[in-house]
């Protein structure tokens, strides 16, 4: 689409408008947690998915026999929510740290 065609006459690039907006600064801080994001998304929604599963009586309970699929699910929860815990802060720790060893690097190099 190039300006002034598509339809309704918005006249717009969507393709070109989401590249501009990776390349900008807020873009280039977020593309290295980006997998992280999604991650953190997926556990949301599975989440969300579990607790209406599960609804108010909880995962074990003494009146009912144990449903499998739930169980499952509740691990998998498990499982995503210490690697959210542990993987995010590293990362972004990591991401933090190097960049503020390459910006002490460069001003090195110009002194």
């Known amino acids: 689409m190039t300006a002034g065609s598509g339809p309704g006459g918005l006249g717009f690039d969507l393709g070109r408008r989401w590249r501009a907006l990776w390349a900008t600064r807020p873009g280039r801080v977020l593309r290295p947690v980006r997998s992280l994001l999604a991650w953190l998304a997926g556990y949301a929604v599975l989440r969300a998915v579990f607790f209406h599963v599960a609804g108010g009586q909880g995962l074990l309970t003494p009146s009912q026999a144990i449903?499998?699929?739930?169980?499952?699910?509740?691990?998998?929860?498990?499982?995503?929510?210490?690697?959210?815990?542990?993987?995010?802060?590293?990362?972004?720790t990591y991401q933090l740290v190097m960049r503020l060893v390459a910006r002490r690097a460069a001003s090195d190099h110009r002194d």
Request: charged residues 15%.
């Open 67 to 92: 449903d499998r699929r739930l169980v499952v699910l509740a691990l998998v929860l498990l499982v995503m929510r210490i690697t959210l815990l542990v993987a995010v802060p590293l990362v972004v």
